[in-house]
């Protein structure tokens, strides 16, 4: 579909916005806002503890050049949030423009949010740009993953060109304490060759845990990374995991177990095996 303004004729964009805020209640996390706009749909699947599941939806099916998905996740003290996505994200070729993704996350006193999206699939030609901000407690604890597919390689599709952009800034009370960027364009299957980058694989993920408990993890995780392509390393509170693999499928196999330790044995969200 088409939106016409003066005369000019642009091709409709998705745009949604999803805000999680949560308290603790009767020993429980509770909703205290659930706000969701557009493309942007929140479920909260029953739970058996205390903990809060929140499922993100982008009912637009993927996005492309334009696209705008803004995410937001309030934990209050005590809380405990695992945040998922339904499915992997898929990023389709750009005819004009670039996709955005942004997060946002604040963590209090003594709770935890796991920040748990399946993977993200580009596409050829696709373009993204996605930010990830989080602001931490002194005594909160924090986990992220983002896998990044390079194409569907059972299907025999790559990504020859392109951009994707990823920015992460995490923050312990306003004092940044983890930055990075990641930048793939042009020519990404040529990039992702260079034994520098990602040695011909298509598949990678980063994990990363703040909290105290990081050397303790960072000895239940080295073992599990130990062979395959990539690291675990440990320092200040702060734990980093690097991952690569040749397919999704591989991926998952080690990326899996890594998040199971650091969720002091608990398993991925369900929606992760459906």
Known sequence: MTSVAAGITRPQRAEGRGHLAAGMQDGRTRIRE?????????RLPDTFDASMEAVI??????LT??????????????????????????????SAGTAEVTTQI?????????WLPQETILFDRASLFRRLDVDLDDSAEFLAVEA???GRKAMGETMETGLFRDRWRIRRSSRLIHAEELRLS?????????QAVLGGQVAFATVLYAGPKSEAYLARVR???EGHMGGASAWSDKLIVRLAAADGFALRKILIPVISALRNGAPVPKVWNL
Do not use: H
């Open 34 to 42: 659930l706000y969701q706009e557009g493309a942007a749909k929140i």
């Open 65 to 94: 050049g334009g696209d705008r998905m803004n995410w937001s996740v309030s934990a209050g003290a005590g809380t405990r949030i695992d945040v998922t996505t339904q499915a992997c994200e898929k990023i389709y070729r750009a």
């Open 57 to 62: 939806i982008n009912t637009a099916g993927g």
């Open 106 to 114: 604040e963590v209090g006193s003594g709770a935890r949010v796991d």
């Open 148 to 150: 990044i597919l390079l």
């Open 223 to 225: 073992p599990l990374v």
């Open 186 to 194: 042009d020519a990404v299957a040529l990039l992702a060759a260079e």
